[in-house]
């Protein structure tokens, strides 16, 4: 069984940051990409970043470009998500997951076959 675990989620006012983290734990799992998407109320979980893990190249979506920054931490096997300039409209579920799959670019949710079971980050006006 592979464990995902979020941490960091919280509330802040437009602006604030927030840093999340994830662990991947429990049955050794080849790991090429880890993830975060978010899922608002009533909304599609969406993609937010990805970074490949052998060698850290990072994708995001345009929503979050120049303000999250994805790393990670081979040794440790985990994923963190840095989020400035935070805007109410970030406020969702995130969700941090594991890609084993060779080649993938990493924003399709459907490439992962492993999820946490999220941290809720709420920015208030």
């Known amino acids: 069984q592979v464990q995902l675990t979020e941490s960091g989620g919280g509330s802040v006012q437009a602006g604030g940051s927030l840093r999340l983290s994830c662990s991947v734990s429990?049955?050794?799992?080849?790991?090429?990409?880890m993830g975060w998407f978010r899922q608002a109320p009533g909304k599609d979980r969406d993609f937010v970043a990805a970074?490949?893990?052998?060698?850290?190249?990072?994708v995001y979506a345009d929503s979050v470009t120049g303000r999250f920054r994805i790393s990670r931490d081979i040794a440790k096997r985990e994923v963190y998500l840095q989020m400035n300039n935070l805007r109410p409209n970030d406020t969702a579920v995130y969700y941090c997951?594991?890609?084993?799959?060779?080649?993938?670019?990493?924003?399709?949710?459907?490439?992962?076959?492993?999820w946490g079971r999220g941290t809720q980050v709420t920015v208030s006006s």
């Open positions: 997951a594991v890609d084993p799959t060779w080649g993938t670019r990493g924003a399709d949710p459907n490439d992962y076959d492993y």
């Open positions: 970074i490949r893990f052998r060698d850290g190249t990072p």
């Open positions: 429990g049955r050794t799992t080849t790991i090429y990409n």
